[in-house]
Nanobody, 123 residues
Framework: QVQLVESGGGLVQAGGSLKLSCAAS????????MGWIRQAPGKEREFVAG????????YYRDSLKGRFTISRDKVENTVYLQMNSLKPEDTAVYYC????????????????WGQGTQVTVSS
C-alpha cells in the first residue's frame, strides 16, 4: 500500500517561510516523479514543483521559480518543499504526489496522492 504523508503546513505571515515534508512508503519510487500540487479555495489544482526520484532534477511552476525549492532524500524516502517569501496567494492545500510522468501529478486518478497539508499565508 503506497502511502504519502505530508507535514509541515501551518499559518505563516506574508514574507515568511515553511518547509513541507512528504514521507513516502509502500514501493520503490525509482523511475517515478515526486512532486507537490496545490489547490486554493475556488481554484483549480495547479502544479507547484516536481522532482525525478532517481536523478533529482527539479521542475517548477514558472511563477514560483526562485521562491520554492524541491528536494528529496532517498535514504529517508522523503520529498521536501522549501517555500520562501510566501504570499497570501500561496494559501492552499498542498498535496504530495507520485507518478510516472511529471504531467500526471496534477491528477489524482493517475497518480498517488497524499491527504494534503494546509498552508495559510496571512497578509
Amino acid at each position: 500500500q503506497v502511502q504519502l504523508v505530508e507535514s509541515g503546513g501551518g499559518l505563516v505571515q506574508a514574507g515568511g517561510s515553511l518547509k513541507l515534508s512528504c514521507a513516502a512508503s509502500g514501493r520503490s519510487f525509482s523511475g517515478y516523479f515526486m512532486g507537490w500540487i496545490r489547490q486554493a479555495p475556488g481554484k483549480e489544482r495547479e502544479f507547484v514543483a516536481g522532482i525525478s526520484w532517481s536523478g533529482g532534477n527539479g521542475y517548477y511552476r514558472d511563477s514560483l521559480k526562485g521562491r520554492f525549492t524541491i528536494s528529496r532524500d532517498k535514504v529517508e524516502n522523503t520529498v521536501y518543499l522549501q517555500m520562501n517569501s510566501l504570499k497570501p496567494e500561496d494559501t492552499a492545500v498542498y498535496y504530495c504526489a507520485a507518478g510516472i510522468t511529471i504531467s500526471t501529478l496534477t491528477r489524482s486518478e493517475s497518480a498517488y496522492w497524499g491527504q494534503g497539508t494546509q498552508v495559510t499565508v496571512s497578509s
